[in-house]
């Protein structure tokens, strides 16, 4: 819902998708370093550009996997419009 914070979503998505726990850890990071830019005024930079790209590359990875393997249990063409993550 509108009211769902992206923890909250991670946690759907965990539960939902069967994400595993280092690459929902990343998406944690990934979120609480996103909400620290757009809410707190006096956070301005990424403590670790490095780990966040790494990160997030990892986790784009798994999730495109798990699109994959969705794809082909529902007999989806690849490309077609579900097995796009908003996400990523």
Not at 15 to 34: C, D, F, G, H, P
Not at 50 to 57: E, K, N
């Given at each position: ?24 850890k990343k998406m944690r990071y ?12 006096g956070f301005n930079q990424l ?42």
């Amino acid at each position: 819902s509108k009211q769902d914070g992206l923890h909250d979503k991670i946690t759907h998505a965990q539960q939902s998708a069967n994400l595993s726990k280092e690459t929902v850890k990343k998406m944690r990071y990934l979120v609480t370093i996103r909400n620290k830019l757009v809410h707190d005024h006096g956070f301005n930079q990424l403590p670790d550009r490095r780990g966040f790209a790494l990160s997030y590359d990892s986790v784009e990875k798994e999730l495109k996997e798990v699109l994959a393997k969705r794809g082909k249990k529902k007999g989806k063409k690849k490309g077609a419009s579900a097995d796009v993550c908003i996400i990523c």
